[in-house]
C-alpha cells in the first residue's frame, strides 16, 4: 500500500512533539503505527518498533509489510536492549505514568543532552511530571487532545539538571497552554480527579491535605477555566 495512512489524535501529538529527520526509537510500540507513519511520511530517516511482548511486534510486522515500510524490530524491556546510538528521538506512550518512570530511570544514556524525549501516559500523570521534576528532566511542551471520548496529553521531554521549586499546580496541569477546547476539557477532567480526592481528605479529616487540594482546585480554575 503506496497511501500514508492517518493516525489518530493520541498519537497525532506524539509525532507532532517529535523532531523532524532523527532516528526514533517507539517503546511499547504496540501495532508499530506510529513509527511506520513516521517513515512512511518522511519525518523520520529511520525507527525501532520496541515492544516487551513478541505479539505486537508481529503485528508490526505485518502493518511494515502492508505498508512497505523498512521497520527494526526489537523484543526489549523498555530501553534495555537499545543504545544511545539507536535513536535520537524517543517515544513512550500508552503506559501508566508510573511504568514511564521506571523506564526512563532505567536508561540513564537519556540525560544526554541530543535525546529528545516524547511521552504520552495513560494515567498518573501527576506522578509522572513531577517524577521527571525530581529526575531533572524538563517538560518543553505540552499538548492536549480528544479521542473516542476521552482526553489526553503528551509531552516532549528533554534532562536539565536541577529543576529548582516546582510550583502546586504543575504536577496536574504540566506545561499546558489555556485556550483551546482540548485543554480545557483536560482541565476538566484533571478538576474532577481533585475535587474527589477533596471530598476524601475532608472525609478523614485531613486538613492540611484539604488546604492543599483548595488551592491547586482554585489555581487551576482561574488559570484554565476562566
Known sequence: ????????????????????????????????YLPIWLIKTGAAPRAIACDINPGPLAAARK??????????????????????????????????????????????WLKRADKHIVLQPMSAVDKLRTGLWEMGFNVQKELAAVENGKVYSAFSVRYQGDMGEMNDIYPYMGRLTPGTAEVSAYADKTLRGLRNSLLGAEHRGNKEGSAHLRAVIEGIEREYLQ
Open 63 to 108: 502493518h511494515a509489510e502492508m505498508y512497505g515500510v523498512e521497520l527494526k524490530l526489537v523484543l526489549s524491556n523498555g530501553l534495555s536492549a537499545l543504545s544511545p546510538e539507536d535513536a535520537e528521538d524517543i517515544v513512550i506512550a500508552g503506559m501508566g505514568g508510573e511504568l514511564i518512570l521506571h523506564i526512563i530511570d532505567s536508561a540513564p
Open 1 to 32: 500500500m503506496n497511501e500514508p495512512f492517518s493516525l489518530g489524535p493520541r498519537l497525532s501529538l506524539c509525532a507532532g512533539l517529535l523532531r523532524r529527520g532523527q532516528p526514533v526509537a517507539d517503546i511499547g510500540t504496540d501495532h508499530g
